[in-house]
Antibody
Framework: QVQLEQSGAEVKKPGASVRVSCKPS????????MHWVRQAPGQRLEWLGWIHIGEYRTKYSEKFEGRLTITGDTSASSIYMELSSLTSEDTAIYYC???????????????WGRGTQVTVSS | DIEMTQSPSSLSASVGDTVTVTCRAS??????VNWYQQKPGQAPKVLIY???SLYGEVPSRFDGDGSGTDFTLTIRGLQPDDFASYFCQQTYSSPYTFGQGTTVEIK
């Protein structure tokens, strides 16, 4: 069955970093792009960035440039989202989501992980 | 950033009703709109892409339309499984922003 398995909930202190993993099953991480989207309590969904391992491409929202890193490890068949310099405003559910079209024309997110709760609290 | 303004924020409807959700972009985005459904505690699911294309086995009672700045998602013959939240997303330019969501509740 094709699905995305995400790592477990995290609790971090302000100023720390968090790394969330996303492991697809049923397909290779080099085949499609993977996006990261977050949803803070009571807020709209927010797009963070994406990576296409097979095509060596990444793109980040300018809002997170400098503190967001999305990487992939083909040996682990996993994709990682790392966010640094955390504040309470980063408290959210973080989703990875597959993009079949690799960020090209009329792309959309057809397969989502279950989400990872990241809580930033002192 | 392109702002996506969705309306209404919530609506009440009965099974069998037809409901329409609207999304307005702050600038022209051609046909670069997707619609997602989300239920409490679950990840979003794509319904419509490129404004009017139905994804996979999504029921045909879901219909997307629009171009430029104004887009609609219409659900004809509302079913019990359709009571959920709906979000639009623009993929015209980065950052790829979402609307604030519309919750469809049972009347």
């Amino acid at each position: 069955q094709v699905q995305l398995e995400q790592s477990g909930a995290e609790v971090k202190k302000p100023g720390a970093s968090v790394r969330v993993s996303c492991k697809p099953s049923g397909y290779s991480i080099t085949n499609y792009a993977m996006h990261w989207v977050r949803q803070a309590p009571g807020q709209r969904l927010e797009w963070l960035g994406w990576i296409h391992i097979g095509e060596y491409r990444t793109k980040y929202s300018e809002k997170f440039e400098g503190r967001l890193t999305i990487t992939g490890d083909t040996s682990a068949s996993s994709i990682y989202m790392e966010l640094s310099s955390l504040t309470s405003e980063d408290t959210a559910i973080y989703y990875c989501a597959r993009d079949l079209r690799g960020g090209y024309v009329y792309w959309f997110l057809d397969l989502w992980g279950r989400g990872t709760q990241v809580t930033v609290s002192s | 950033d392109i702002e996506m303004t969705q309306s209404p924020s919530s609506l009440s409807a009965s099974v069998g009703d037809t409901v329409t959700v609207t999304c307005r972009a702050s600038q022209s985005i051609e046909y670069y709109v997707n619609w997602y459904q989300q239920k409490p505690g679950q990840a979003p699911k794509v319904l419509i892409y490129s404004s009017g294309s139905l994804y996979g086995e999504v029921p045909s009672r879901f219909d997307g339309d629009g171009s430029g700045t104004d887009f609609t998602l219409t659900i004809r013959g509302l079913q019990p499984d359709d009571f959920a939240s709906y979000f639009c997303q623009q993929t015209y330019s980065s950052p790829y922003t979402f609307g604030q969501g519309t919750t469809v509740e049972i009347k």
